[in-house]
């Protein structure tokens, strides 16, 4: 590798490094009463919520004026072959409420209303992943749109609302699920514009949630962050009253945060981390793995959950594992996690991601937490992967790339020639994208770009690399 590759990656670390500690002090507080997100979602937070109230204030018209007003909501380049079909609907929905433009290729890959249906009854996704609330009241609103009476689907919507008028406590879907039924004809059961005008901030706007579990628990294990009270009391304050964590303090509790969060509290919080972990092992499956939501009490009713998503999932038993790591709980569940995974990978050397358009993401973390175990077998067989993975493909987004160098960054010679090809990915990549975001799907919460995961992801890799490189001059 040249020297000068070495700098520039050097110099993207610093940049990625600032950015992180600009973004958790703008954006993540412990109190919930100031929540904030990043600008895209927070404009389509609010254009929603001011469709779902039906009436506006000065104050919100000035607000969409000026900041949401010809923006691409997402934030993110929207590019329709990276996209399914269920979220390609999704998008022309929020098209005709919010009004922002879309490219025509979008209507034509909407699959019949037909084949919609039967995807809410079977999560469509990359492989795994899970419709949720959101899809659930895009779907009613397109049927609606369409001509089509779904009183099944627009009740599911009417029985998840919760007492306080709120969809798990989040804006975006509060107010897409409040217009699904205002369309449907449903009167909902509970006061949602009560509780939206609650959420509504100073200014006119209303923020989006932002995922604030995952997103500080990955900031906290960078390590970069010298505020760490803040992202600490983030978790805590987070945390439901039965020991488990969700996306958000709202959100249905699932096994993913809960991980995360077990993790990153392992050196500040041991004691909530270790009553959480005998939660998280409570629920491990019979086969040895975890599935995202499990039945455990949670806000939301366990039945609102699609039966996919309480299985064994190769991704989400990797973090329960590393959580019982850094723990140092390498006891019984930690034992079968590990012999799940090693079960659960795939011929070629892979494993599978739910929530990603990219197996890169559960092949990296999963190769890398067999190596610390001294697993090495499998370990080459998923670097193999990797490997044919970085050849074959021509367009991996930024993160992919980090990730590949933080899995070729390792002692093995072999991969050395892979590495540079990585790091060259990734820097002609830095060329023509930003560090944060890239839209490869998040479908449990589409409409975040969860820049603060990304650049700590980023972070952690490029860390991995900048170690191996200065230990072996």
């Not at 008028?165 to 989040?170: L, P």
């Not at 995360?260 to 919080?269: F, G, R, V």
């Not at 064994?312 to 996690?337: L, Y």
């Not at 799907?441 to 191996?468: P, Q």
Request: a negative charge.
């Amino acid at each position: 590798m040249k020297k000068d590759e070495f700098y520039h990656l050097r110099e993207i670390h610093t940049a990625a490094r600032q950015d992180l500690i600009s973004s958790v002090d703008r954006y993540l507080a412990p109190d919930y009463t100031s929540r904030c997100s990043s600008l895209s979602p927070h404009a389509l937070a609010t254009l929603l919520a001011d469709a779902a109230l039906g009436e506006s204030s000065k104050k919100t018209r000035q607000w969409i004026e000026m900041n949401a007003k010809g923006w691409n909501l997402f934030g993110t380049p929207l590019v329709p072959r990276e996209l399914s079909p269920l979220m390609c609907a999704a998008c022309v929905v929020l098209e005709r409420i919010c009004g922002f433009s879309l490219p025509p290729e979008f209507e034509e890959k909407i699959p019949p209303i037909e084949d919609i249906m039967k995807q809410l009854a079977y999560p469509y996704s990359h492989d795994t992943s899970y419709v949720l609330p959101f899809h659930r009241a895009c779907m009613a609103l397109l049927c609606t749109m369409k001509g089509f009476k779904v009183p099944q689907l627009l009740q599911t919507i009417s029985d998840h609302q919760q007492p306080d008028g709120s969809w798990i406590d989040d804006t975006t879907i509060t107010a897409m699920s409040a217009l699904a039924l205002q369309q449907g004809g449903v009167k909902p059961a509970y006061d949602f514009k009560k509780w939206l005008k609650e959420q509504q901030l100073p200014d006119g706007s209303w923020a989006a949630a932002n995922g604030e579990v995952w997103e500080a628990a990955y900031a906290l294990r960078t390590g970069v962050v010298s505020d760490t009270a803040r992202l600490v009391s983030v978790l805590v304050e987070s945390m439901h009253a039965n020991y488990w964590w969700g996306f958000s303090r709202y959100s249905v509790p699932d096994v993913d945060d809960m991980s995360a969060a077990c993790y990153a509290l392992a050196p500040y919080e041991p004691r909530i981390a270790a009553v959480a972990l005998t939660k998280l092992e409570e629920v491990q499956d019979e086969d040895g793995g975890w599935g995202a939501f499990p039945c455990i009490e949670g806000v939301i009713p366990h039945e609102s959950v699609v039966a996919k998503a309480r299985e064994s999932s190769s991704e989400i038993t990797c973090h329960a594992v590393e959580a019982f790591e850094q723990n140092n709980k390498k006891g019984s569940a930690f034992k079968r996690g590990i012999s799940y995974l090693l079960e659960m990978q795939e011929q070629d050397g892979h494993w599978k991601s739910p929530w990603w358009n990219s197996d890169i993401y559960a092949t990296q973390e999963s190769a890398l937490l067999l190596k610390r175990n001294d697993y090495e077998k499998p370990v080459f067989h998923a670097l193999d992967w990797l490997e044919a993975t970085l050849d074959g493909q021509k367009s991996l987004n930024i993160v992919e790339y980090a990730l590949l160098i933080g899995a070729f960054s390792t002692e093995y010679s072999e991969y050395h020639d892979s590495l540079n090809r990585a790091v060259d990915g990734f820097l002609e990549r830095y060329k023509s994208e930003p560090l944060a975001p890239t839209f490869d799907i998040i479908y449990f919460g589409g409409l975040l770009d969860l820049k603060i995961y990304r650049l700590s992801v980023i972070l952690l890799c490029l860390d991995m690399f900048l170690r191996e490189y200065i230990s072996i001059q």
